[in-house]
């Protein structure tokens, strides 16, 4: 099941996203803008977050990979969601949703369907999420989906993949899981598959989340380690965490 993804290989991928810094445009969630802007910037990529629908498209152009998070959407981020989409489409780049609580609105729903027919699209939800969207993604070209839990599984045009590695403190801080996305769209940006993008993404956010959770009293001083874990992560320490 993760026969191709082993330590090498993810610190690979998270070599190439340092070395390229590609720079992730995010339309996300107003609670995790910071956490996310911080994330990226330890994993070695470049965070933008305009959504003003008369510049969004001429920002992000120069970004390697495009982030929607409904998690707030406003009627600003509404109208924004389609120049994404067309620049996404025009020039191929890697496009991930974060489908917060579409379960619970018709609105969100409907931009999530708008979203998903979009070929090739990455899309990372929780179980909930998921399996609401679960009709919309049967007809979707392409897509893999990550739905994350205890264990993260990631279903791609190029195999299944399920990540292990994390902590339950990871789910005291707001915002984490809508940064865990952003760091997949960085992961993205530098390996054509998307299935080892994610899985290389994941396994770094989870093993980060672990040595965070070895250094920190609570929820608080965990949300520091974790910036910290991910900056320093290494080949070594995915060997002796993967192994």
Not at 117 to 137: D, K, S, T
Not at 138 to 145: D, F
């Amino acid at each position: 099941m993760n026969d191709r993804l082993d330590a090498t290989l993810v610190a690979s991928i998270l070599a190439q996203v340092a070395q390229a810094r590609p720079r992730v445009h995010c339309l996300t969630n107003t609670v995790a803008q910071n956490v996310t802007a911080n994330m990226l910037l330890a994993f070695g990529a470049i965070p933008s977050m305009a959504v003003h629908p008369d510049e969004v498209a001429d920002v992000a152009a120069g970004a390697g990979a495009i982030l929607i998070n409904l998690g707030t959407i406003s009627p600003e981020g509404e109208r924004a969601i389609p120049r994404l989409l067309e620049l996404a489409r025009a020039q191929g780049k890697p496009l991930v949703l974060d489908p917060v609580f579409v379960e619970l609105s018709p609105l969100r729903m409907r931009l999530a369907e708008d979203i998903l027919r979009l070929p090739g699209i990455v899309v990372r939800g929780n179980g909930g999420e998921m399996q609401a969207l679960a009709p919309l993604l049967a007809a979707t070209s392409g897509a893999t989906r990550i739905t994350t839990g205890l264990v993260d599984r990631i279903e791609a045009p190029s195999g299944l993949f399920e990540i292990a590695h994390g902590h339950p403190l990871m789910t005291k801080v707001t915002g984490l899981g809508c940064a865990s996305s952003a760091l997949v769209a960085a992961c993205c940006a530098v390996e054509p598959d998307p299935g080892l993008a994610a899985g290389a993404a994941l396994t770094a956010f989870g093993i980060a989340g672990e040595i965070a959770a070895e250094r920190s009293a609570g929820p608080g001083s965990f949300a520091m380690h974790l910036i910290d874990a991910l900056a320093s992560l290494d080949e070594a320490t995915l060997l002796t965490r993967m192994g």
